[in-house]
């Protein structure tokens, strides 16, 4: 069964500094993976998809990466604001099913 | 363009009594649902997934069920409700390609009392 495991858990960072959240998952054999965006008490919003075939996608100031091969795919914020303080979730879907595995998340708090 | 619904948005329920919770999705059609659980702290855990009507795969054994009655809706229910399903319950859907982006509903807030 796939695993997602999501590091770190939990982030707090100066205003305007760019990060990297990170994602890694245990088989390769995956169709794509999904990067969401969840405030607190609610749903997940998409924020940016990776076919298994793609090495990157960039929306606005996020940028997330996969290679697939090691497992790994990362979320880049530049220039973070506190209105993007929220938790990160990223799913994989696994190749040959309609279906997403998610990893905890990574909580992440931006300081005015 | 597609929307998804899901009702309520929360509910404070006895040990003992039933559930059913209700997902529709519109602007599309033939959509894969699924309903996730996220317990408090944790990530989401995948509880049924559906690719057509009265088709519903299970992840987990528990104390749920599902339902998709109609092509667009997506039914979460228990018989008799525990503690510990006490959680908050999300609903999505993609399109049926494999590879395709997922949407989630707004959550359920579950409190198990």
């Known amino acids: 069964k796939q695993e997602v495991t999501q590091i770190p858990a939990a982030l707090s960072v100066p205003e305007g500094e760019n990060l990297v959240l990170n994602c890694s998952f245990t088989?390769?054999?995956?169709?794509?993976l999904q990067w969401f965006r969840q405030d607190p008490g609610k749903g997940l919003t998409s924020l940016l998809l990776?076919?298994?075939?793609?090495r990157e996608q960039t929306s606005g100031r996020l940028n997330a990466s996969l290679d697939k091969s090691s497992g790994r795919s990362t979320l880049y914020i530049a220039a973070s604001q506190p209105g993007d303080s929220a938790t990160y979730l990223c799913?994989?879907?696994?190749?040959?099913?309609?279906?997403?595995?998610f990893g905890s998340g990574t909580k992440l708090n931006v300081k005015p | 363009s597609q929307t998804i619904h899901q009702w309520p948005a929360t509910l404070v329920q006895p040990v003992g009594s039933p559930l059913s919770l209700e997902c529709t999705v519109e602007?599309?059609?033939?959509?894969?649902l699924y309903w996730y659980r996220q317990a408090a702290g944790r990530g989401l855990q995948l509880l049924f997934y559906?690719?057509?009507?009265?088709?519903i795969s299970s992840e987990v054994p528990q104390n749920l069920s599902a339902s998709r009655p109609q092509d667009r809706q997506f039914i979460l229910s228990s018989k008799k409700l525990l503690l510990s399903d006490s959680g908050f319950y999300l609903c999505?859907?993609?399109?049926?390609?494999?590879?395709?982006?997922?949407?989630f509903g707004q959550g359920t807030r579950l409190t198990v009392v």
């Open positions: 799913a994989v879907g696994p190749f040959g099913f309609n279906k997403f595995y």
């Open positions: 559906s690719v057509g009507i009265g088709q």
């Open positions: 602007g599309t059609s033939n959509p894969n």
């Open positions: 999505a859907w993609s399109r049926q390609s494999a590879g395709t982006e997922a949407f």
């Open positions: 990776i076919q298994s075939s793609q």
């Open positions: 088989d390769s054999a995956i169709y794509n």
